[in-house]
């Protein structure tokens, strides 16, 4: 398969503010990767840090809007994802689900205050805890998170409304295990969206071929992972006008 071509390069005309850069923390018996594909054009933000000594929060978020418009909320919100994030998750003896809602509110809470009104954000936010290889996840709106594990590949689908439409939205906040051997894969609207080049005319890459490549790649790495999932989304939309971001998250449990 032909290498991965990414382009990083910001827009031309220069943002007010831009996130920082994610560092993905080093883990134990797990590791964590993320990637886009093309040129950042929309607001599409992954970011991961280690919270505890056995947890790392990782999310995926889908903020409206281009990215020259949408610079403030993309920082306001990892702010608040960095800073409160190691606040809740922080003791031993936590209870992740109520940890997570916390979470999701407060970054639809900033994101509502920060916009001055109702600004969509669909958002995949999960705890991992290494010592139990268990993932806490909130999914408020985003494109189902995918399990494959040796029963198949699993939807984490959504558990309440995309974060920055409502004050008080809430959202459900379930556990899973994850076995060893398994992964994780989360995937962007606009990757899901993608359109095919011209000899597929408006067809969309779709979330059903998501879930066929995740069937059928190899998960010996996370990076690998998400760089097999976006080679062939760059091969089906060939010259295609790239209208959003389009980004894949992997987690992969190695041991």
């Not at 059903?208 to 190899?218: N, Q, S, T, W």
Request: aromatic share 6%; hydrophobic share 40%.
């Amino acid at each position: 398969m032909c290498a991965l071509f990414q382009s990083k390069v910001r827009p031309s005309a220069p943002l007010a503010v831009e996130p920082a850069p994610a560092l993905f923390p080093a883990m134990t018996g797990a590791e964590l990767a993320a990637d886009f594909l093309g040129t950042r054009i929309a607001g599409d933000l992954y970011d991961s840090l280690r919270v505890s000594p056995e947890r790392v929060l990782f999310g995926l978020l889908d903020v409206a809007g281009r990215r020259e418009d949408n610079g403030a909320l993309l920082d306001a919100a990892q702010n608040i994802f960095r800073t409160f994030g190691a606040e809740l998750f922080s003791g031993p003896d936590i209870n992740e689900s109520d940890s997570m809602t916390e979470l999701s509110l407060r970054i639809n809470r900033t994101l509502l205050e920060t916009s001055h009104g109702v600004h969509p954000c669909p958002a995949f936010i999960g705890c991992y805890h290494e010592k139990f290889g268990t993932l806490c996840y909130s999914n408020a709106g985003h494109t189902p998170g995918l399990l494959r594990d040796p029963s198949g590949v699993t939807e984490l689908g959504s558990t309440g409304l995309p974060l920055g439409l409502f004050s008080h939205v809430t959202a459900e906040a379930p556990t899973v295990a994850i076995e060893k051997g398994a992964a994780l894969l989360l995937v962007s609207r606009g990757l899901v969206e993608c359109e095919g080049g011209p000899k597929r005319s408006t067809e969309e890459f779709g979330m059903d071929r998501v879930k066929e490549l995740f069937r059928a790649a190899p998960i010996a790495s996370a990076q690998g992972l998400s760089a097999f999932v976006l080679n062939s989304v760059r091969d089906f939309g060939a010259a295609a006008l790239q209208c959003e971001d389009r980004t894949a998250l992997a987690l992969v449990r190695t041991a």
